[in-house]
C-alpha cells in the first residue's frame, strides 16, 4: 500500500526541528494526522507548537493566507512559521487546547455537538464577499471557477494537475470500477443544480479527527489544506459520510429552523455532497491501493445511490 507522507522519522524530525526553532526544543512525539503530512508536537519553553512536514509546497501559502485572515473569527491554530528545510516545505501552529474529538470516548463526543454546530454556524457567517470564485482556494485567497457547479465537475475531468494527474489510468492499473465511478458521478452532479449561488467559506474536509475540543468546548478546526468557496453543506456532508451516528446535519437544520432560518433543498445538496466525497475517497483509495478502505467507501456509496434514483 502507498503512502503519499514525506519521509520522517522521530529522529529526523528532532534533527530538523532543532535547525529550524533557535532554541532547544523538548517533548516531540507524532501525531497521527491526515495522509499527506508527517505531524508532530514539540515544546518550547513554556510553550507547545505543532509541526506539519509537507510532500508538497502547493498548500503551505494557502494554509497561511487561512490562518493570517479568519484564525482571529475562528478556533483556527495560529500559523507563526512557514518554510522548507533540507527541501521539504513545512508550517509551524500554536498547539491548542484540547484532544481530537474522534480520540474521545462517545459520551464526549455527544456532549460536544451543541458547541460544534454553533462554531459551523459562524463559520457559515464569515464574510467571503471581498473574494471571489468558486472551488479550491489559492494562496492569492481568490478561487478560480466561475460556479460551484463548474468546480464540482472539473475536480473528475480526465486532465489533472499535481496529484491527480493521469488518474483515469486508474480504471486500468486499479481497482477502480469505471461504471460505479460513472454512475456516482452522474447522480451527483444531477443533485448538485440544487446548490444555491451564494458563496461561504468551506473547509473541505471537516470530519471529527480535524476537530480539538475540551470540556465539551470545540477548541480548534485543523488542517484547511482543502478550504474552498462554496455550499456550506458540504461539509455538513462531510462529516455525515464519516459519522452518521451524530445525525449532525438534521441537529444543524434543527438549530438554524430555531433561529428563523430554513435552508433550501437540504436533503438534495447533502445527498449530492456525500457522493462527491465518496467518489473522491474511491479514486484516492485506488491510488493508494488500498482495497479494504475502497470496498468501505463503496458500502456507504451504494445506499446513497438507492436514495438517488
Not at 122 to 127: E, F, G, L, S, T
Request: hydrophobic letters at 40%; zero cysteines.
Amino acid at each position: 500500500m502507498k503512502s503519499f507522507k514525506p519521509e520522517m522519522t522521530m529522529e529526523r524530525a528532532k534533527q530538523y526541528l532543532q535547525t529550524i526553532e533557535s532554541e532547544t526544543i523538548a517533548d516531540i512525539t507524532p501525531i497521527e494526522m491526515g495522509e499527506l503530512s508527517k505531524v508532530f508536537r514539540y515544546r518550547l519553553g513554556t510553550q507547545s507548537f505543532v509541526i506539519h512536514f509537507k510532500s508538497g509546497n502547493e498548500t503551505v501559502d494557502k494554509v497561511k493566507l487561512i490562518s493570517d485572515r479568519y484564525s482571529s473569527v475562528m478556533p483556527i491554530p495560529r500559523i507563526v512559521k512557514v518554510g522548507t528545510y533540507d527541501g521539504l516545505p513545512y508550517t509551524i501552529t500554536e498547539q491548542a487546547a484540547g484532544v481530537s474529538v474522534i480520540m474521545q470516548p462517545k459520551e464526549e463526543i455527544v456532549r460536544v455537538i451543541p458547541d460544534l454546530i454553533k462554531q459551523f454556524a459562524a463559520m457559515n457567517q464569515v464574510r467571503v464577499d471581498h473574494t471571489s470564485g468558486y472551488g479550491w482556494i489559492t494562496p492569492s485567497g481568490e478561487a478560480t471557477s466561475t460556479s460551484w457547479t463548474d468546480w464540482l465537475a472539473s475536480t473528475f475531468k480526465e486532465e489533472q494537475e499535481g496529484f491527480y494527474e493521469g488518474w483515469t489510468s486508474l480504471f486500468e492499473s486499479s481497482f477502480l470500477e469505471k461504471n460505479v465511478f460513472d454512475q456516482t458521478y452522474a447522480a451527483m452532479i444531477d443533485l448538485a443544480q440544487y446548490a444555491p449561488k451564494e458563496r461561504y467559506l468551506v473547509h473541505g474536509d471537516f470530519h471529527l479527527g480535524n476537530m480539538l475540543s475540551d470540556d465539551g468546548r470545540i477548541t480548534a478546526i485543523v488542517d484547511w489544506e482543502m478550504a474552498m468557496y462554496g455550499d456550506f453543506m458540504f461539509d455538513a456532508a462531510v462529516l455525515h459520510l464519516w459519522v452518521p451516528q451524530i445525525g449532525f446535519p438534521h441537529r444543524l437544520r434543527e438549530f438554524w429552523e430555531r433561529e428563523g432560518k430554513e435552508i433550501a433543498h437540504f436533503e438534495k445538496r447533502l445527498l449530492s455532497y456525500q457522493l462527491f466525497k465518496g467518489l473522491d475517497g474511491l479514486r484516492f483509495y485506488a491510488k493508494k491501493g488500498d482495497k479494504p478502505s475502497y470496498e468501505f467507501m463503496k458500502s456507504h456509496l451504494i445506499p446513497l445511490l438507492k436514495q438517488a434514483e
